[in-house]
């Protein structure tokens, strides 16, 4: 049994300014509302989320560095390949998942069943579309494929894999995730890992969660006051889940806001750009 935070509370993932945005509001209502714990909890969550922020803003720096420059040296034997090499690989493989999965419609008949059933396969898979994949952070991107991975190999759609075809391309993106998770934690010394902002980055998400466990644990009745203790102190992390639920449902990617003022941040770290590398999230770059 899963007794996580995160299994608990049904909240998405919050972009690292968001919850910076939310937490700040929350705090002032804990003083508001005599609730010291959490807001020195809140605060504490707030210094974490302003590190974490400076954490992707110097990952952001170290992307933005090696734009335009040569082509690296070959790495040394044995070193694994760099992750802006692989990354491209990674999304010509997610596309070709999709690609081959609607080929099987082409030429069927309207009321061919094959229709639904690629339908409902792309719906699990891919419940944004593939390009919502492809043009994430290096980081969220192998955190996605992680999943998808688990997804199509998974007694629920290996027959679907089966009479699709697509055994091949998946067992590709599955050595894939592999090496990109090598190339993505073999840093140098001294430098930024993506294991350190990916870490940085759930710890600030479990802090969040804390903070609802928190106000939970206080206003846990059904009486009035606590239901309006609990819709006040709840009110800006709630708001802000709502937010990125309707960005979700509506297929688009999920802005950052400004952790000062709550307005949208599109230019946020949240997903910098990576070195620019041939299909790289139909965009031309995206993040590690």
Known sequence: MDSSLSALI???VFPTGRRQFALAQVAGRAKTRD???????????????????????????????????AAPAPPAAGAPPNAADVDPLVDRTLTAI?????????????DDPIHATVAAFLKEIYP??????????FVEELAAVDIIVGLLQ????????????????VKRLADLAVVYRASQLAQPAGVLAFADVRAAKLKGQDLLLEAVAMIIGKHHSSSADDVAARSDLLGPILDQNDAIGVALKGRRSVADVNPETGAADPGAPAAPEAPAAPGAGEAGGKAP
């Open 35 to 69: 609730f010291p714990e959490l807001a020195k909890h809140c605060s504490g969550a707030i210094s974490h989320d302003r590190e974490c922020l400076s954490l992707e803003r110097r990952w952001e720096g170290m992307v933005a560095e090696s734009r335009g420059k």
């Open 128 to 137: 944004a579309g593939v390009a919502e994949v492809t043009k994430l952070g």
């Open 98 to 110: 999709r690609d081959h999965a609607v080929s099987q419609t082409a030429g069927a008949a309207p």
């Open 10 to 12: 049904n909240l998405y």
């Open 154 to 169: 998974s007694k629920d759609l290996s027959a679907v894999v089966k009479d699709l075809g697509l055994g091949r391309l």
